[in-house]
């Protein structure tokens, strides 16, 4: 199994407040991805990283930012949570000399 | 506009038999292509992948097909297990350096003894 841990796996929180979602991999992978997994939808890019500082925008990007300060550790924030944010968060990370992607166990989070 | 689509939002055999999991994608650009399962409250794991310049891609009891003509790939269980019951998720990607992927809804697989 890959190196990749989601922190927390469980979150209920409330409409407006701030939250941030963990992803920390020992694998010293250089890309990191956020998706969100809905009913009827897959999954879905938030955003990603190729390398430290180095971040990107993906598909459902608006209402989510990301950090990347290290190369082990990749953070999603929720400035202002909303419902519609309700949804199960993964991570993957990739090594960059191929195309697949390893995935954590992923975060269930929850807003009310 | 959803550019990986996996129409079937289940399917159920019989143990032993074959499973048959289609998707369909429209943006021409993509070229590398990959399968994933993922069993309940896990994250999803990397199951088998084709490269554009091949039309098949065989792993054990798992063959991965790809019509570039009609943009469709498909994904051969045999025989079928128990154990493979789990959604199965389509993925797609222009081979770029981002290595973004495109998934599709995903397919319910359920393996009955």
């Known amino acids: 199994d890959a190196g990749i841990t989601q922190s927390p796996r469980h979150k209920v929180t409330e409409t407006g407040t701030p939250v941030t979602l963990r992803c920390h991999q020992t694998?010293?992978?250089?890309?990191m991805y956020w998706y969100r997994q809905d009913p009827g939808h897959g999954l879905r890019l938030i955003h990603y990283s190729y390398g430290v500082k180095d971040t990107d925008k993906g598909e459902v990007s608006d209402g989510y930012s990301v950090s990347r300060s290290k190369t082990e550790d990749f953070l999603l924030t929720l400035e202002s949570a909303t419902s519609s944010q309700t949804s199960v968060y993964f991570c993957?990370?990739?090594?960059?000399?191929?195309?697949?992607?390893?995935f954590g166990p992923g975060t269930r989070l929850t807003v009310t | 506009d959803q550019q990986v689509k996996q129409n079937s939002p289940s399917l159920s055999v019989q143990e032993g038999r074959i499973s048959i999991l289609n998707c369909d994608y429209t943006?021409?650009?993509?070229?590398?292509f990959l399968w994933y399962k993922k069993y309940p409250a896990e994250g999803p794991t990397f199951l088998i992948s084709i490269s554009s310049i091949k039309d098949k891609n065989e792993d054990g009891r798992f063959t991965v097909f790809l019509n570039k003509s009609a943009k469709h790939l498909s994904l051969h269980i045999v025989p079928s297990q128990p154990g493979d019951s789990a959604v199965y998720f389509c993925?797609?990607?222009?081979?770029?350096?981002?290595?973004?992927?495109?998934f599709g809804q995903g397919t319910t697989l359920q393996v009955k003894p």
């Open positions: 943006n021409s650009m993509f070229d590398y």
């Open positions: 993957a990370i990739r090594d960059g000399s191929s195309y697949e992607q390893y």
């Open positions: 694998e010293n992978h250089r890309y």
């Open positions: 993925a797609a990607t222009p081979m770029s350096n981002t290595g973004k992927l495109i």
